[in-house]
């Protein structure tokens, strides 16, 4: 009990810090139209009453706590079901969903706005405790099973609101009562009712919720939200769930605790009548000391059933649903003449589909392989920007996240040292690079094979240097790697294990089209920790290993691995652009960040809505295929495990091939609402699964 209360600290600790960002990035903005026009605030009355419905499919968690358990005369250690995500828990691949209804009311003194809300929320949760769990007699079964279960159908919750209204946006945070049932199960014999009959017990919990959320007016009667909460919901009493069999058996009793986390999209209704806040054209500053920009990203995303005559470790599950989150505060802030100062903490939220695994090419570029069923508080940039400029030429800089406005030269030499993600100088494409408003699947956003150095949510730390004119740019960078694959930590040993990369940018301008374009080549050398392919292959198949994965962490030692890859952005008419890239790796050795390509190629078409009267809709169709080496594939083949895949087999291997379309409807200035298709054929370059269809939406705002 102890523990589980402490990991329930913790997690009001991380949720504290995650409702401290979310409300930062949006209070940012505030700040800064303050600080530029103090005398004629300019904001929405929000004041009245409101309705509308809220709901996610997979964005939703739930953790429930049996103990301290008795059995007969025996005392059990208490057991915990997991929250749907981890490696205790049975049901790690099924998809919770929730939804209902909510009505509440809203005072306003000028921008601070405050209000009661009550909702109710269906929900279709289901934990499993595990068979293996000590004391109860089944913990030689393999493989486990669910001994008990728990369900809950209902959430009711009556919250009090403070928000700050800022333009046609509001914030908020929340905090008040909430409720829910639940219904345990056990799947052993209650041998007082007969030994065909199991021990089903009602339960009903009371305790508190936290939370925040943001608003965002789209249309006088309608405005769209996200909506976080977290939810401790106490104990339930003491009861009594049958009778145990076997000699250490006897009358069960125990009782049950409940936290939640919720994040769900809304869609609320006003009927009086918003008066909306004219959108204006940005008044940028010549020159700044500071800027202050935010975003929030919500993706929820679900992939269809698909052919699947077996499963690995890593694999894609069919018919699931899951949803990620993201809340990023930039700040930076000039120190001096051509020295500036960035930091951008970031909380996210949520898993990626089958806990971002299963694909190579993987389908969501918010999800995280560090996701949590909780707000995760990160400081993932912080760095250093000196510009030196050489003189001839100037051009503005505007204001916007990570770049203080001002003038600089266009020929420059440019020096970044501190923590960043190599995406945001390497490899960039006007119409395919940031999965939070064009495409998402990963073997489009990035040149694939290129396995960059970053920690679980893409970030490292070390040096970049840009040399920068008119018509070219040359940069590069040296960076820390991953202790070993899929590791978090980044390696201290940047003299022995380190990664390297450089990038040449030409600038052009297509003689018959008239229209401007870029071409990137770009090599780069990795030096990490890894297992060799052919090595452990070798040894598992001559019997020195039972298992592939422990030969392959057994042999880890620093080696290389190299590649190149090539990028084209090119606009064809003022509202469409071509995108391409092809990429390659030497396929010897284990990747270390990334995802499991050795091989890529990818491109496709952006287009603007102007001929359908929607100029700042965007259409994307793309391709991208994925293959591997054929020494990546015998790993494969002999039940290796990759970073994203694993299907324990690789009896007919094929190249991944996927086909992505978007549409991004742009429903204000500061908020776009995508909705994505995707087709995988042979995820994880297994031909005997899928092929695979997946089906999203993603609401942005910028600020």
């Known amino acids: 009990m102890f523990k589980a209360r402490a990991r329930i600290i913790a997690k009001q600790r ?30 929405i009355d929000w004041s009245g009453f409101y309705a509308g419905v809220q709901g996610s499919a997979g964005a939703s968690f739930g953790n429930y706590d049996l103990g301290p358990t008795t059995i007969g005369p025996r005392r059990v250690r208490s057991i915990s079901t997991g929250d749907a995500t981890g490696s205790r ?22 921008a601070l706005v405050y209000g009661i809300e009550a909702d109710l929320v269906g929900a279709n949760l289901k934990r499993g405790a595990r068979s293996d769990a000590m004391g109860f007699g089944y913990e030689g079964i393999d493989p486990p099973f669910a001994l008990i279960r728990e369900k809950t159908d209902v959430f009711g919750a009556a919250r009090a609101r403070l928000g700050y209204a800022f333009g046609n946006n509001l914030i908020y945070a929340t905090a008040g009562l909430t409720g829910a049932n639940g219904r345990v199960l056990a799947t052993y014999p209650d041998l007082a009712g007969g030994p065909t009959v199991t021990a089903t017990r009602n339960v009903s919990y009371l305790g508190f919720t936290l939370g925040a959320g943001v608003q965002f ?10 909506d976080y909460r977290y939810s401790d919901l106490g ?35 006003h009927p009086q009548a918003l008066t909306l806040v004219p959108e204006e054209e940005d008044e940028t500053p010549k020159d700044a000391r500071f800027s202050l920009h935010g975003q929030t990203t919500f ?25 990620t989150t993201t809340a990023t505060l930039f700040l930076g802030l000039k120190l001096f003449e051509g020295t500036e100062l960035y930091y951008n903490p970031e909380f996210s939220q949520g898993f990626g589909l089958s806990r971002t695994l299963g694909v190579a090419g993987f389908v969501n570029g918010e999800a995280q392989k560090a996701g949590a069923p909780f707000p995760k508080l990160r400081s993932n940039r912080y760095f250093v920007r000196q510009t030196f400029g050489l003189g001839g030429e100037t051009e503005a800089v505007p204001d916007g996240p990570n770049s203080v406005a001002g003038t600089r030269d266009v020929e420059r030499i440019t020096v970044i040292a501190g923590k960043f993600a190599l995406g945001d100088f390497f490899d960039g494409n006007a119409y395919a690079h940031d999965p939070r408003v064009d495409f998402m699947n990963w073997g489009l956003w990035a040149a694939a094979a290129w396995d960059f150095p970053a920690n679980l949510p893409g970030f490292t730390q070390g040096v970049m240097v840009e040399y920068n004119r008119a018509e070219f740019a040359i940069r590069a960078a040296y960076t820390q790697v991953p202790k070993e694959p899929s590791s978090d930590v980044l390696d201290p040993r940047v003299f022995e294990r380190a990664g390297a990369v450089i990038e040449f940018e030409e600038r052009h301008t297509l003689p018959v089209l008239d229209q401007p ?21 070798a040894l598992t198949q001559t019997g020195a290993f039972a298992d592939i994965n422990t030969a392959a962490a057994a042999t880890r030692d620093p080696r290389r691995k190299s590649g190149a890859y090539v990028n084209l ?18 396929g010897r050795n284990e990747n270390l960040n990334f995802t499991d390509i050795d091989g890529s190629v990818s491109g496709g078409l952006s287009l603007k809505g102007a001929a359908w009267g929607r100029p700042q809709d965007t259409v994307g169709v793309g391709a991208a295929a994925n293959r591997i080496s054929s020494a990546h594939r015998a790993y494969f083949a002999n039940g290796g495990l990759g970073l994203l895949i694993g299907d324990g087999r690789l009896d007919n291997y094929a190249p991944e091939r996927a086909v992505e379309v978007y549409y991004a409807l742009n429903l204000t200035k500061a908020v776009t609402m995508t909705f994505d298709y995707q087709h995988i054929e042979n995820p994880a370059y297994n ?8 089906f999203g939406t993603r609401l942005h705002t910028d600020f």
């Open 217 to 226: 007016a789209v249309d006088p009667h309608l405005s769209l939200g996200i």
């Open 687 to 694: 031909r005997d699964r899928g092929p695979a269809d997946f």
């Open 569 to 586: 952005e090119q606009a064809l008419t003022a509202d469409l652009g071509l995108f391409a890239r092809a990429s390659v790796n030497d």
């Open 14 to 43: 991380a949720v504290s810090a995650g409702l401290a960002v979310i409300l930062g990035v949006h209070a940012g903005s505030v700040i800064a139209a303050d600080l530029g026009e103090r005398a004629r605030p300019r904001f």
């Open 89 to 110: 828990d049975l049901g790690g691949d099924a998809t919770t969903a929730v939804g209902g209804a909510f009505a509440g009311w809203n005072w306003q003194d000028g």
């Open 517 to 537: 374009g870029r071409l990137r080549l770009g090599l780069f050398s990795n030096v990490g920790n890894t297992a060799n392919f052919r090595q452990v292959v």
């Open 235 to 269: 104990e339930s009493g003491r009861f009594g769930l049958g009778a145990l069999p076997g000699l250490d058996g006897g009358p069960v009793t125990t009782r049950t605790s409940f936290v939640s986390n919720k994040m769900m999209a809304r869609l609320i209704w």
């Open 299 to 323: 993706v929820n995303q679900g992939v269809t059933g698909f052919r699947a005559p077996y499963r690995g470790p890593q694999s894609l599950v069919p018919d699931q649903a899951q949803a």
